[in-house]
């Protein structure tokens, strides 16, 4: 065992960084539409609370079809092409948002911005899931969010010192995404491919080589074993092999975590931050300030669960934080309907961004990562990820109808029941998968 758990944990870090530069592609999209949404308001006349959940909610779009792509050529072509494409696309979306003209054409860019975005949040955990050792897989994969939430604080900065640079400081907040997608591009060309897809792909030497430069001889001559097996006797799957009797169990898991990700609402938090702090009066300044709280806040909490999913466990952080959102909803609720200071409100928001941070959001993805079978893991991943970004879009398409028609203070009390029944099915639903290679994990969730 001591030969088995031989390492080149730096060789290993440095390939988990640089798939998981495309986690911070994810979270500069997703934070670029909050700063920029009050310039766009202007820019585009929207008055109304379709065409302010439409311009959020185009993203999610994109990335639902992004992600159906990308299960198609991760698991035809690899797991390296298709975080190229993510890239090129994501670069060259930046600069035509940046030069939009009517909300049409903004929409689509942003659209197609969203593509790229749905490619690199399927492709990133599920290769650095792939190229990791059991022991420190959660760890490897929960250095996505941790690109996702540098991502979002760096974006809120950029924002919070273009916001006085004029009516169309909005053009540089999207057109800087040119910068990190370059640089996650020329990133990906150094990448090896998966060792588990080129087994797939019949490509052993390849394969071996990879694993070599991974790990001790033990560890290859295992590794390589048990993904052997569990490749054995497959042949090329479709979308309806994902649903088969033998794998229901965790896809079912995997699209009930992810859609729970979204409606637990704390997205509404990142994209609808100048909406929240509006309604209690505060001004614009303070509004972009808080959102760079919260991106502060995000990423110290997100390194905190990097040091504990592997050590803690999934299931222990996931019902923390299920049960731990739905008590600060239902106080965040109390104290927007009852109008409360600023900083009340500042602190709620911020102890709902820290649970989130250290639970929903980085041990989604790294579940999402390893519960499914080899032979389909592109395909089942690209499911579990569609319902997630499905499940985003109802959201923030949702959040102004539901804040017109309950309150903002109304939404969060939704929220809190939500979470709630989250906390039920992870209690019931969800094992614990620390520790385990993926191939002892397809026969775990198969029920083996």
Same mark, same amino acid.
């Given at each position: 065992?001591?030969?088995?758990?031989?390492?080149?944990?730096?060789?290993?870090?440095?390939?988990?960084?640089?798939?998981?530069?495309?986690?911070?592609?994810?979270?500069?999209?997703?934070?670029?539409?909050?700063?920029?949404?009050?310039?766009?308001?202007?820019?585009?006349?929207?008055?109304?609370?379709?065409?302010?959940?439409?311009?959020?909610?185009?993203?999610?779009?994109?990335?639902?079809?992004?992600?159906?792509? @990308?299960?198609?050529?991760?698991?035809?072509?690899?797991?390296?092409?298709?975080?190229?494409?993510?890239?090129?696309?994501?670069?060259?979306?930046?600069?035509?948002?940046?030069?939009?003209?009517?909300?049409?054409?903004?929409?689509?860019?942003?659209?197609?911005?969203?593509?790229?975005?749905?490619?690199?949040?399927?492709?990133?955990? $599920?290769?650095?899931?792939?190229?990791?050792?059991?022991?420190?897989?959660?760890?490897?994969?929960?250095?996505?969010?941790?690109?996702?939430?540098?991502?979002?604080?760096?974006?809120?900065?950029?924002?919070?010192?273009?916001?006085?640079?004029?009516? !169309?400081?909005?053009?540089?907040?999207?057109?800087?995404?040119?910068?990190?997608?370059?640089?996650?591009?020329?990133?990906?060309?150094?990448?090896?491919?998966?060792?588990?897809?080129?087994?797939?792909?019949?490509?052993?030497?390849?394969?071996?080589?990879?694993?070599?430069?991974?790990?001790?001889?033990?560890?290859?001559?295992?590794?390589?074993?048990?993904?052997?097996?569990?490749?054995?006797?497959?042949?090329?799957?479709?979308?309806? @092999?994902?649903?088969?009797?033998?794998?229901? #169990?965790?896809?079912?898991?995997?699209?009930?975590?992810?859609?729970?990700?979204?409606?637990?609402?704390?997205?509404?938090?990142?994209?609808?931050?100048?909406?929240?702090?509006?309604?209690?009066?505060?001004?614009?300044?303070?509004?972009?300030?808080?959102?760079?709280?919260?991106? @502060?806040?995000?990423?110290?909490?997100?390194?905190?669960? $990097?040091?504990?999913? !592997?050590?803690?466990?999934?299931? #222990?952080?996931?019902?923390?934080?299920?049960?731990?959102?739905?008590?600060?909803?239902?106080?965040?609720?109390?104290?927007?309907?009852?109008?409360?200071?600023?900083?009340?409100?500042?602190?709620?928001?911020?102890?709902?961004?820290?649970?989130?941070? $250290?639970?929903?959001?980085?041990?989604?993805?790294?579940?999402?990562?390893?519960?499914?079978?080899?032979?389909?893991?592109?395909?089942?991943?690209?499911?579990?990820?569609?319902?997630?970004?499905?499940?985003?879009?109802?959201?923030?398409?949702?959040?102004?109808?539901?804040?017109?028609?309950?309150?903002?203070?109304?939404?969060?009390?939704?929220?809190?029941?939500?979470?709630?029944?989250?906390?039920?099915?992870?209690?019931?639903?969800?094992?614990?998968?620390?520790?385990?290679?993926?191939?002892?994990?397809?026969?775990?969730?198969?029920?083996?």
């Amino acid at each position: 065992m001591s030969q088995l758990s031989t390492f080149n944990s730096r060789y290993i870090i440095g390939i988990s960084f640089i798939s998981a530069l495309g986690g911070y592609l994810f979270g500069f999209d997703f934070a670029v539409i909050s700063g920029a949404l009050p310039f766009l308001k202007i820019q585009f006349a929207i008055n109304s609370w379709w065409a302010e959940g439409g311009l959020t909610g185009s993203l999610a779009l994109g990335c639902i079809v992004g992600c159906l792509l @990308a299960g198609r050529i991760a698991d035809r072509y690899g797991r390296k092409p298709g975080l190229m494409i993510a890239a090129i696309i994501f670069a060259l979306s930046s600069i035509a948002i940046a030069f939009a003209k009517v909300l049409t054409y903004f929409v689509i860019m942003r659209f197609a911005a969203g593509i790229g975005v749905g490619m690199a949040s399927m492709l990133c955990p $599920m290769y650095i899931a792939e190229v990791s050792p059991a022991s420190v897989r959660g760890r490897n994969v929960a250095i996505n969010q941790l690109t996702v939430v540098i991502g979002i604080l760096i974006t809120n900065l950029v924002n919070y010192f273009l916001a006085d640079k004029g009516v !169309d400081a909005w053009r540089w907040m999207f057109g800087l995404g040119v910068i990190p997608s370059t640089i996650f591009l020329i990133g990906v060309l150094w990448l090896p491919e998966s060792p588990r897809w080129l087994v797939k792909a019949g490509k052993i030497d390849q394969a071996k080589l990879v694993l070599n430069k991974i790990g001790s001889e033990m560890f290859v001559k295992q590794t390589f074993t048990a993904i052997e097996q569990s490749m054995a006797g497959t042949e090329k799957q479709s979308y309806k @092999a994902v649903f088969e009797k033998s794998v229901r #169990p965790a896809v079912i898991v995997g699209i009930t975590l992810a859609v729970f990700q979204q409606f637990c609402g704390i997205n509404v938090v990142f994209n609808y931050t100048s909406t929240i702090f509006q309604s209690i009066g505060a001004n614009l300044n303070k509004q972009l300030f808080e959102t760079v709280a919260i991106g @502060a806040v995000n990423l110290i909490f997100t390194l905190l669960a $990097m040091w504990q999913v !592997d050590k803690l466990g999934r299931r #222990p952080l996931m019902l923390g934080g299920s049960i731990g959102l739905s008590l600060i909803y239902i106080i965040l609720a109390f104290l927007l309907q009852n109008h409360s200071s600023t900083g009340l409100v500042s602190i709620s928001v911020l102890l709902a961004i820290s649970i989130y941070s $250290m639970s929903l959001a980085p041990v989604t993805w790294v579940l999402i990562a390893e519960i499914f079978p080899n032979k389909i893991r592109g395909l089942a991943s690209s499911v579990a990820i569609v319902s997630l970004w499905g499940a985003y879009f109802i959201l923030v398409f949702t959040f102004p109808l539901l804040a017109k028609t309950l309150g903002t203070y109304g939404t969060f009390y939704v929220y809190a029941g939500i979470c709630f029944l989250g906390f039920l099915f992870i209690k019931y639903k969800v094992k614990e998968t620390k520790g385990q290679t993926l191939e002892e994990l397809e026969q775990h969730f198969a029920g083996h």
